[in-house]
């Protein structure tokens, strides 16, 4: 027999009870739409999602410095960021040696610049997780973008690195953001609440529903969304 739901007023007491919470805060909330209007006004808007598919990106499967390079090449063209970037790997242990002799907290990716060389370093591990390793491409080529704009940024120099997370899915990356921190088990510098508000935000403000993500995104990921998309 199916069951129908109760039917409550709108301003009634156990309507406000059983209303959904939003994602984050008020101040997140705010902070996420002022960074959006300060990115749109600097830098290209995309108008649909970054998508992990052969439509978007050229290079090839490998785990070759070649193909390292040619996943940048596809970064930049995506995000209409055409400085001149460099990206070599850092030459670390072998990751079935890291369980005992390094810790979790081993670099991904750097962005360095010196004497006018913009240089991004990856851990070539990474390249065997091809969403992980093309999110750290996209976070480190957008610390390039943001490269002396510290003052500018919205929340200020101390929120460099959230800014840049959040600029990656402002660029339309909020999948390879909201995924690859499902896949790996971290926060990194958003919650994951956060990364799924800014990505409903994203979809919001270009017109889009969420069945333009929803099938490249994990069962978490998706109610995730799907609760930030019916709190906005």
């Given at each position: 027999?199916?069951r129908?739901?109760?039917?409550l007023?709108?301003?009634?007491?156990?309507?406000?009870?059983?209303?959904?919470?939003?994602?984050?805060?008020?101040?997140?909330?705010?902070?996420?739409?002022?960074a959006?209007?300060?990115?749109?006004d600097?830098f290209?808007?995309?108008?649909?999602?970054?998508?992990?598919?052969?439509?978007?990106?050229?290079?090839?499967?490998?785990?070759?410095?070649?193909?390292?390079?040619?996943?940048?090449?596809?970064?930049?063209?995506?995000?209409?960021?055409?400085?001149?970037?460099?990206?070599?790997?850092?030459?670390?242990?072998?990751?079935?040696?890291?369980?005992?002799?390094?810790?979790?907290?081993d670099?991904?990716?750097t962005f360095?610049?010196?004497?006018?060389?913009?240089?991004?370093?990856?851990d070539?591990?990474?390249?065997?997780?091809?969403l992980?390793?093309?999110?750290?491409v996209?976070?480190?080529?957008?610390?390039?973008?943001?490269?002396?704009?510290?003052?500018?940024l919205?929340?200020?120099?101390k929120?460099?690195?959230p800014?840049?997370?959040?600029?990656?899915?402002?660029?339309?990356?909020?999948?390879?953001?909201l995924?690859?921190?499902?896949?790996?088990g971290?926060?990194g510098?958003?919650?994951?609440?956060?990364?799924?508000?800014?990505?409903?935000v994203?979809?919001?403000?270009?017109?889009?529903?969420?069945?333009?993500?929803a099938?490249f995104?994990?069962?978490?990921?998706?109610?995730?969304?799907?609760?930030?998309a019916?709190a906005?």
């Open positions: 027999m199916r129908l739901a109760p039917i007023p709108e301003n009634s007491q156990a309507g406000a009870m059983f209303r959904l919470r939003p994602l984050v805060t008020e101040d997140i909330s705010d902070w996420v739409d002022a959006f209007d300060w990115f749109d600097r290209p808007a995309p108008p649909q999602p970054i998508l992990p598919t052969p439509d978007f990106f050229m290079a090839p499967s490998g785990r070759d410095e070649a193909t390292a390079r040619k996943i940048l090449a596809d970064v930049q063209r995506l995000m209409g960021a055409d400085q001149p970037l460099e990206i070599v790997p850092i030459r670390q242990l072998p990751a079935e040696w890291r369980v005992t002799v390094h810790d979790t907290a670099v991904a990716g360095q610049q010196a004497d006018g060389v913009s240089v991004i370093s990856y070539p591990e990474l390249m065997a997780n091809p992980a390793f093309i999110n750290m996209v976070h480190e080529v957008m610390h390039a973008r943001l490269a002396g704009l510290d003052d500018d919205p929340g200020g120099p929120a460099v690195e800014v840049t997370d959040l600029g990656c899915i402002i660029a339309g990356f909020g999948i390879f953001q995924e690859t921190a499902d896949r790996l971290w926060a510098y958003l919650s994951q609440q956060t990364r799924a508000h800014a990505l409903a994203f979809l919001q403000r270009r017109g889009l529903g969420e069945e333009a993500i099938g995104l994990s069962s978490r990921c998706k109610k995730l969304l799907r609760r930030a019916r906005l």
